[in-house]
């Protein structure tokens, strides 16, 4: 809709849609397609607008952050506190979505390490349920954020195996002298019913990707909930 001088009453850009476009170049294309010229292109407007509202590509990425940030799915949480149970099996369906979901966009892992959640604001949203739910299955408060960041050190580097090739503890590969090692890969690979090599995207190949997050995913809310926890 334009105003009577013929103007568009709502901006073709702004920070959030910036992002959001950012997040659709990165999906559909990969990250090297990611340029400002792409992005302004995919906004319909000139490079120069983009500059209005950002200062160039490492803002940009912040934005795109907090654009994949809401792809994350926190419903199973919200539903947890709305019931008052559940909190337990919430936690590991976040985490999974989490998983996934930065599964697609490690380009975005490092930023993520050292980016302030400030200008974040559909990133504080999701720390916000997290956090609630956390301390609705009895975790303290000043044990909440220490709890978070140490899911999401799992998470992230769960993230990266997603991606692993198949082969990366090829048992052929390893010397003899390190038997111990020798023996724990080769046993991985026949669990994985002899997977030596994936193609890409196949995960269900790679035998460092699924089973161990679910072993550990496990092991690491056993520790903060224990695990005969009723949360």
Sequence with gaps: MANERGRPTESLVSREKIGDAALDIASEKGYTALTMAALARRLGVAPSALYNHISGKDELF?????????????????????????????????????????????????????????????????????????????????????????????????????????????????ADEHSALGRAAEAMRAGAGGTTAAKKGQRDANPYADQPFRDGLESLLDGMLGPSSSA
Excluded: K
């Excluded at 654009?67 to 008052?84: F, N, Y």
């Excluded at 609705?136 to 580097?157: D, K, Q």
């Design 62 to 174: 912040y934005l795109l952050q907090d654009a994949v940030m809401q792809l994350v799915d926190v419903s199973p949480l919200e539903r947890a506190l709305e019931s008052g149970v559940g909190y337990r099996r919430a936690l590991e369906l976040w985490a999974t979505s989490y998983r996934d979901v930065f599964a697609s966009h490690t380009p975005l892992i490092p930023l993520i390490a050292a980016q302030p959640i400030g200008d974040s604001p559909r990133t504080q949203e999701m720390y916000e349920v997290v956090a609630r739910a956390m301390e609705a299955a009895g975790c303290p408060p000043e044990h909440v954020m220490g709890r978070i960041i140490a899911m999401e050190s799992f998470i992230y580097g769960s993230a990266w195996d997603v991606n692993a090739p198949a082969d990366l503890f090829d048992p052929a590969a390893i």
